[in-house]
């Protein structure tokens, strides 16, 4: 089933003093389907992070439309934009956004606190997702007592305790060592095996060989995708890797 369907999206800014144009995006379109998990790549400039500002309501495109559920983005808000995204998406960043001020515990249950869920409920919703991450001894401690990988797994915790309709993730690895990030990728998998859709920016082939489908973006625009099929990860790490090498390139078609 279609969650999020993405309608030719463009995003054009305007820069320096003679307001010249800059089209980050020019016509993206692309469906992910409910239980899907889709990487997407590309060099750095091709607007990878515009359009994951776009899917997460923080940014809005010049024109097209993006639709959640059937619900399009163009009918929410300002106002309720916060609302909006605390209850129907998740979010995982390179750097954690962790507040420093509490403990892994209160920035977990924060999106809760906001919504002003019953103390029950929260701690109802903790026990699992913290025992599944292996965190369930670190809720205590602070995010400066705590290793990248242990905050990077408190931080998916936050993400996920909403029980969001699609985890947005941007550079999940990025901050991490190898064996941390191999932990959150196979922490990414289960959640996936469980039903959680998945989107997420990565320039790591290994990171995206995770993933079911990646999308290739060049130059505002989707250059190409594959699918996994039934390939292990290193057979699918292969071939996103001679994609990436086609795309840096300017090659034409799929390998």
Same mark, same amino acid.
């Given at each position: 089933?279609?969650?999020?369907?993405?309608?030719?999206?463009?995003?054009?800014?305007?820069?320096?003093?003679?307001?010249?144009?800059?089209?980050?995006?020019?016509?993206?379109?692309?469906?992910?389907?409910?239980?899907? *998990?889709?990487?997407?790549?590309?060099?750095?400039?091709?607007?990878?992070?515009?359009?994951?500002?776009?899917?997460?309501?923080?940014?809005?495109?010049?024109?097209?439309?993006?639709?959640?559920?059937?619900?399009?983005?163009?009918?929410?808000?300002?106002?309720? /934009?916060?609302?909006?995204?605390?209850?129907?998406?998740?979010?995982?960043?390179?750097?954690?956004?962790?507040?420093?001020?509490?403990?892994?515990?209160?920035?977990?249950?924060?999106?809760?606190?906001?919504? @002003?869920?019953?103390?029950?409920?929260?701690?109802?919703?903790?026990?699992?997702?913290?025992?599944?991450?292996?965190?369930?001894?670190?809720?205590?401690?602070?995010?400066?007592?705590?290793?990248?990988?242990?905050?990077?797994?408190?931080?998916?915790?936050?993400?996920?305790?909403?029980?969001? @309709?699609?985890?947005?993730?941007?550079?999940?690895?990025?901050?991490?060592?190898?064996?941390?990030?191999?932990?959150?990728?196979?922490?990414?998998? @289960?959640?996936?095996?469980?039903?959680?859709?998945?989107?997420?920016?990565?320039? /790591?082939? *290994?990171?995206?060989?995770?993933?079911?489908?990646?999308?290739?973006?060049?130059?505002?625009?989707?250059?190409?995708?594959?699918?996994?099929?039934?390939?292990?990860?290193?057979? *699918?790490?292969?071939?996103?890797?001679?994609?990436? /090498?086609?795309?840096?390139?300017?090659?034409?078609?799929?390998?």
């Amino acid at each position: 089933m279609e969650l999020l369907k993405v309608s030719n999206i463009t995003k054009v800014y305007n820069t320096g003093k003679g307001m010249r144009q800059f089209k980050a995006l020019n016509g993206v379109s692309f469906d992910v389907h409910e239980g899907e *998990f889709v990487a997407i790549m590309g060099p750095s400039g091709s607007g990878k992070t515009t359009l994951l500002n776009i899917l997460a309501t923080l940014d809005k495109p010049t024109c097209g439309e993006v639709l959640l559920d059937g619900h399009s983005f163009n009918r929410v808000k300002d106002s309720e /934009s916060a609302r909006f995204r605390r209850e129907h998406l998740g979010f995982v960043f390179q750097d954690f956004n962790l507040l420093d001020s509490f403990n892994l515990k209160d920035n977990i249950l924060l999106p809760l606190v906001l919504s @002003r869920m019953d103390v029950n409920e929260m701690e109802r919703r903790l026990s699992p997702i913290a025992k599944m991450l292996g965190i369930e001894e670190l809720l205590t401690k602070f995010p400066y007592e705590v290793s990248g990988g242990e905050k990077q797994r408190a931080a998916v915790a936050r993400a996920i305790i909403t029980d969001p @309709r699609i985890l947005l993730a941007d550079e999940p690895t990025g901050a991490l060592d190898s064996k941390s990030s191999k932990r959150l990728l196979d922490n990414f998998a @289960r959640l996936n095996s469980q039903g959680k859709t998945i989107l997420m920016v990565t320039h /790591s082939a *290994f990171a995206a060989s995770y993933a079911s489908r990646v999308l290739f973006i060049r130059d505002g625009g989707i250059f190409s995708q594959i699918y996994r099929a039934e390939e292990s990860n290193a057979a *699918f790490f292969d071939r996103i890797v001679s994609n990436l /090498s086609v795309l840096s390139e300017g090659g034409n078609g799929l390998v």
